[in-house]
């Protein structure tokens, strides 16, 4: 069982012949892993996240919360790593419409994190669109967090993980849910059934989660309309 698409690529580099199940990935298709989603045809299967699809609506969020939100940082996978070029292809659209400028950041590890605010700080951006993968490390997230918080900038992530470490808001495939759906996948391949013809699935389920917390801390106030809509407000 791999958590996203470089541990599934690690382990694909390691054996052919054991099968793989995802919780999530945001481009199985385009990262190498398969051949398509309804027919994978090797040894990985499990499911994708369609992350690298949500920045319109990452976007969106942050426009609600913050109306005259025009600068935007990006701190993810370098550039090369095919799930964060495809987030940010499938964000540039809507950005435009949007009127927000989009600057990424490359993340390798926590070495970089001080960058990501010092880039933020030189294009005067107004918020963060988090790509890190929610599978770091809890203290890596928690250290990321309290930078945020640090620097008093709005940050949306796609897990709720980061939420649990303290982060703002959070949009994007259930996590729980991912994982009981993983569940399944292992079930019918120790049943017998071969992931080369175990299509891969995609999320039905999304959660919207909102910390009031971190938004006093940061001394953000979030508009009614946007709280009625979370499935979940830590106060």
Do not use: C
């Not at 790593?81 to 435009?96: C, H, V, W, Y």
């Not at 918020?127 to 949306?156: T, Y």
């Not at 917390?213 to 009625?228: F, G, H, S, Y």
């Amino acid at each position: 069982v791999a958590d996203g698409s470089g541990p599934a690529a690690a382990a694909k580099g390691a054996t052919t012949t054991i099968p793989i199940v995802m919780t999530s990935s945001t481009d199985p298709v385009g990262a190498g892993l398969v051949a398509s989603l309804g027919r994978p045809g090797g040894n990985v299967t499990g499911l994708s996240s369609v992350s690298g699809e949500l920045g319109g609506k990452l976007l969106e969020i942050l426009k609600e919360i913050i109306p005259q939100l025009s600068r935007v940082v990006v701190p993810g996978p370098q550039p090369g790593s095919p799930t964060q070029d495809l987030f940010i292809k499938e964000t540039e659209l809507p950005a435009r419409a949007l009127k927000v400028q989009v600057t990424r950041v490359a993340v390798r590890g926590v070495e970089d994190y001080e960058n990501v605010f010092r880039v933020a700080a030189k294009e005067r951006a107004q918020a963060l669109v988090v790509r890190i993968p929610p599978s770091i490390p809890p203290e890596h997230r928690k250290q990321f967090v309290q930078l945020v918080s640090k620097n008093r900038l709005p940050a949306i992530y796609q897990a709720t993980n980061w939420i649990d470490a303290g982060g703002l808001i959070s949009y994007g495939a259930e996590r729980n849910f991912q994982f009981q759906r993983t569940a399944v996948y292992v079930d019918k391949i120790l049943k017998g059934a071969k992931p080369a013809e175990l299509p891969i699935e995609q999320p039905t389920k999304f959660e919207f989660v909102i910390n009031l917390q971190a938004a006093k801390q940061i001394v953000l106030t979030i508009p009614p309309n946007v709280l009625t809509r979370a499935d979940r407000v830590i106060k």
